[in-house]
């Protein structure tokens, strides 16, 4: 089987999966227990936190809160810190779905929410962002990495913007598919950070938040008060542990570019790249004429899997993302996404590119 779904999910690498066994038989123990095993559970927890600070390049002052997803933690950075005097709350109209219908409910609540445009390589449009934030803006979220496209927003550059015109509004950015990936340090203007363990060779069921300040944070599922009391639930240890061991196997892979540049270059002309300059795990692309989901069928038959786009979006994979980029409907219906991780290869690369070119020409001959 050749996997190109990574921002979908990952496979779990070795040091997650053993990491995860040792805490699911030997150490199973509640890491809210008083006695020894369990003090030793939460300690370790406490050893995540900081390789992922670590990770951000930030100093690590009990500003990491474990959650069930990047979904919840995406969740629990909006509504977490959601303020009834919020005057205004921007979001661009490429966040993911855990962000983007958040922000539907708050404009649907009352709330004034305003969506940045997207650049024809789905990118935050920079001037738009600068037109619409105004000195009553209260809450930000820009994704850091498109996870459909792989458009990469300058995040520093937003913050610079942001902190001209509204410097006391928060920042939030989701880092799913950044995370891990590219190497980039926290800028310390950033407020919240969400990432996610099994995007990375980690476990399911396991995400995490970056707090600068969690006295501006509010819990938004109540119980026996873990995490600070901002995220109630009794902790997934072994889960959690499966995450610190794909994080200390991070590896920021320059072969995954040349699998992408080595697909670009060699593919069928009449192929379309949707998104220059974007991160080398995500590939869209189009081919006016022909059906996306037939394409992903037609390689699931060769026991090749790729995707339309975000798993989390269902049947309508792709077309908020594509549309908002500009792209006519037939280039939105026919896109495909490829995803890569460390344990692809340039082989698996050609064969993939090669299948894509024979299909399409299939395709077309049959029009």
Same mark, same amino acid.
């Given at each position: 089987?050749?996997?190109?779904?990574?921002? #979908?999910?990952?496979?779990?690498? +070795?040091?997650?999966?053993?990491?995860?066994?040792?805490?699911?038989?030997?150490?199973?123990?509640?890491?809210?227990?008083? &006695?020894?095993?369990?003090?030793?559970?939460?300690?370790?927890?406490?050893?995540?936190?900081?390789?992922? $600070?670590?990770? =951000?390049?930030?100093?690590?002052? %009990?500003?990491?809160?474990?959650?069930?997803?990047?979904?919840?933690?995406?969740?629990?950075?909006?509504?977490?810190?959601?303020?009834?005097?919020?005057?205004?709350?921007?979001?661009?109209?490429?966040?993911?779905?855990?962000?983007?219908?958040? $922000?539907?409910?708050?404009?649907?609540?009352?709330? /004034?929410?305003?969506?940045?445009?997207?650049?024809?390589?789905?990118?935050? %449009?920079?001037?738009?962002?600068?037109?619409?934030?105004?000195?009553?803006?209260?809450?930000?979220?820009?994704?850091?990495?498109?996870?459909?496209?792989?458009?990469?927003?300058?995040?520093?550059?937003?913050? %610079?913007?942001?902190?001209?015109?509204?410097?006391?509004?928060?920042?939030?950015?989701?880092?799913?598919?950044?995370?891990?990936?590219?190497?980039?340090?926290?800028?310390?203007?950033?407020?919240?950070? #969400?990432?996610?363990?099994?995007?990375?060779?980690?476990?399911?069921?396991?995400? $995490?938040? &970056?707090?600068? /300040?969690?006295?501006?944070?509010?819990?938004?599922?109540?119980?026996?008060?873990?995490?600070?009391?901002?995220?109630?639930?009794? +902790?997934?240890?072994?889960?959690?542990?499966?995450?610190?061991?794909?994080?200390?196997?991070?590896?920021?892979?320059?072969?995954?570019?040349?699998?992408?540049?080595?697909?670009?270059? /060699?593919?069928?002309?009449?192929?379309?790249?949707?998104?220059?300059?974007?991160?080398?795990?995500?590939?869209?692309?189009?081919?006016?004429?022909?059906?996306?989901?037939? =394409?992903?069928?037609?390689?699931?038959?060769?026991?090749? =899997?790729?995707?339309?786009?975000?798993?989390?979006?269902?049947?309508?994979?792709?077309?908020?993302?594509?549309?908002?980029?500009?792209? +006519?409907?037939?280039?939105?219906?026919? #896109?495909?996404?490829?995803?890569?991780?460390? &344990?692809?290869?340039?082989?698996?690369?050609?064969?993939?590119?090669?299948?894509?070119?024979?299909?399409?020409?299939? =395709?077309?001959?049959?029009?």
């Amino acid at each position: 089987m050749i996997y190109f779904d990574n921002a #979908s999910t990952t496979k779990p690498c +070795e040091k997650s999966v053993r990491y995860s066994n040792i805490y699911l038989t030997d150490k199973f123990f509640n890491a809210s227990s008083i &006695y020894k095993q369990g003090i030793e559970n939460k300690n370790q927890l406490t050893v995540c936190k900081k390789l992922i $600070a670590k990770t =951000l390049g930030v100093e690590f002052k %009990d500003n990491v809160i474990f959650t069930g997803s990047a979904t919840e933690a995406n969740n629990l950075a909006i509504n977490g810190t959601l303020r009834k005097n919020f005057k205004k709350l921007i979001f661009s109209e490429g966040e993911h779905p855990s962000v983007y219908n958040t $922000a539907l409910d708050l404009k649907n609540k009352g709330y /004034n929410v305003e969506f940045i445009k997207l650049n024809s390589n789905g990118s935050v %449009d920079i001037e738009d962002f600068n037109q619409k934030l105004t000195p009553d803006t209260s809450f930000i979220s820009i994704m850091h990495i498109n996870n459909e496209t792989g458009a990469i927003n300058d995040l520093d550059k937003l913050l %610079d913007i942001k902190n001209k015109i509204c410097p006391n509004a928060i920042f939030h950015s989701d880092g799913v598919q950044a995370f891990g990936k590219i190497k980039y340090t926290l800028n310390p203007n950033i407020d919240l950070y #969400s990432i996610s363990a099994h995007k990375i060779h980690g476990p399911k069921g396991v995400g $995490a938040l &970056y707090v600068k /300040n969690k006295s501006k944070l509010s819990p938004i599922i109540f119980g026996g008060g873990q995490e600070y009391n901002l995220r109630s639930g009794t +902790e997934n240890v072994a889960g959690i542990m499966g995450f610190m061991g794909a994080i200390e196997e991070i590896d920021y892979n320059t072969q995954i570019a040349d699998i992408k540049k080595y697909i670009i270059a /060699n593919l069928d002309k009449n192929f379309k790249v949707n998104g220059e300059n974007t991160s080398p795990y995500i590939l869209s692309l189009s081919y006016k004429g022909l059906n996306g989901e037939t =394409l992903v069928h037609m390689l699931e038959a060769e026991d090749i =899997l790729i995707s339309r786009g975000s798993a989390c979006s269902g049947s309508k994979v792709g077309n908020r993302i594509l549309t908002a980029m500009g792209l +006519e409907k037939e280039y939105v219906t026919s #896109s495909i996404r490829l995803s890569f991780s460390r &344990y692809n290869t340039l082989e698996e690369a050609k064969i993939v590119t090669q299948k894509l070119n024979d299909f399409a020409k299939q =395709l077309v001959s049959l029009q």
